[in-house]
Nanobody
Framework: QVHLVESGGGSVQAGGSLTLSCVAS????????MGWFRQAPGKEREGVAT??????TTYVDSVRGRFTITRDSANRLTLQMNILKPEDSAMYYC?????????????????WGQGTQVTVSS
């Protein structure tokens, strides 16, 4: 089993920055895929960014150039969010899977954290 815990959410004004962190415990390897997803009220959970076992990153178009995902170690994931917009407001979730390959499809991921709230005011 893999247990994921997110931190770093909060409230900021538009144009500000936040850094989200995720710490994984259990059996997880540096070669596996991890990612960040978000869900706003009334909307489906969407993939924000993923990083595969080789370090290749994928971003949803709406955050490319503003967000950066990094894998600091086998069990630590970070999402640096800059130039935040009100539409970035959501609950952000860390996710992991036991395989190398990645994608923004939430159905690929078996393990999820409880989420951390991000609120951006205009």
């Amino acid at each position: 089993q893999v247990h994921l815990v997110e931190s770093g959410g909060g409230s900021v004004q538009a144009g500000g920055s936040l850094t989200l962190s995720c710490v994984a415990s259990g059996v997880i390897y540096a070669s596996t895929c991890m990612g960040w997803f978000r869900q706003a009220p009334g909307k489906e959970r969407e993939g924000v960014a993923t990083i595969d076992g080789g370090g290749t990153t994928t971003y949803v178009d709406s955050v490319r150039g503003r967000f950066t995902i990094t894998r600091d170690s086998a069990n630590r994931l970070t999402l640096q969010m800059n130039i935040l917009k009100p539409e970035d407001s959501a609950m952000y979730y860390c996710a992991a899977r036991r395989f190398f390959a990645c994608g923004l499809d939430r159905s690929l991921f078996a393990y999820w954290g409880q989420g951390t709230q991000v609120t951006v005011s205009s």
